[in-house]
Each structure stands twice: as structure tokens, then as C-alpha cells.
């Protein structure tokens, strides 16, 4: 579900360019607008799928949250070509997944919790039993080819 700020955003936007083809932004509209499009993406990504549907695929009906959920889907397909809307892309979908997991380990939670988080700095040794086991198969391996 979107927020219904952001569902209010659409249909204000799209009430602006299509004026005949969305409805009209009222509370239960909005709410139910906010609850049809289950999909969280960044502001900006919702208001470029609406001007996508507004000058490429409005026809002779009414605009549906299907509508502007297959638009907002073609536009994150869109911003993972270009470098600069990808990174926006990432770094929204890498605040969402740290919010989630913040609400699900509460006091638990560290970034570094988070599957897939960058890897902390540190600092590189050669001392430990890791290291020298795989100093020791590499030396056998060596071996046995020769």
C-alpha cells in the first residue's frame, strides 16, 4: 500500500494532465487508491509513471490503479537503464529493507544485520586458523598436480 499522501499526489497530478481520465481525488477515492496500488516505490518514480500514462497510454477510459501500476512498473524498467534513477532506485529499496528489518529486530537491529549490507572495513591479516588452512590445501593441491 502507498501512503495515501502519495496516492493523492497521483490522482491530483493526473487529474491535472487527464483531467477526464482520473478520478477525483476525494478521501475515499484516495484511500482506495492508496490500498489498490500495493507497490512502494520513491515519489518521484509514481509521478513520472503518471505522466508515462498520461502521454503514451491514455485512451477512451478512465485511468485504474492497474493502469498505474502496469506505468509505474514500466517506469522502474526504465530507471534501471539509466545510472542516476537506478541509484535513486537502490537507495530507496536500501531504506525500506533497513526500515523493515529496524521493525522487526527493534533493539537488535545493526546495518550490518541487514543481508547484502556493504562489508565493513577491516583490516586484512594473514595470522588466524582460516588463513593457514588454506595455506595448508593450497599446498597440497600444489603437490599433487606436480
Not at 562489508?119 to 594473514?126: A, N, V, Y
Amino acid at each position: 500500500m502507498v501512503s495515501p499522501r502519495i496516492a493523492a499526489e497521483i490522482l491530483n497530478l493526473g487529474k491535472k494532465l487527464a483531467p477526464d481520465r482520473f478520478p477525483k481525488p476525494d478521501p475515499t477515492i484516495t484511500q482506495a487508491w492508496a490500498t489498490a496500488l500495493n507497490r512502494e516505490y520513491p515519489p518521484r518514480l509514481w509521478a513520472e509513471a503518471v505522466y508515462l500514462w498520461a502521454t503514451h497510454r491514455v485512451a477512451d477510459k478512465m485511468c485504474t490503479p492497474r493502469d498505474m501500476l502496469q506505468a509505474a512498473h514500466d517506469t522502474v524498467n526504465r530507471w534501471e537503464t539509466n545510472p542516476t534513477d537506478k541509484q535513486e532506485l537502490e537507495e530507496f529499496r536500501t531504506q525500506r529493507l533497513h526500515a523493515k528489518y529496524k521493525q522487526m529486530l527493534g533493539d537488535r537491529y545493526t546495518p550490518d544485520a541487514v543481508p547484502g549490507a556493504p562489508p565493513q572495513p577491516h583490516e586484512i591479516t594473514t595470522e588466524g586458523p582460516d588463513f593457514q588452512a588454506l595455506k595448508t590445501r593450497l599446498a597440497q593441491t600444489r603437490k599433487a598436480i606436480h
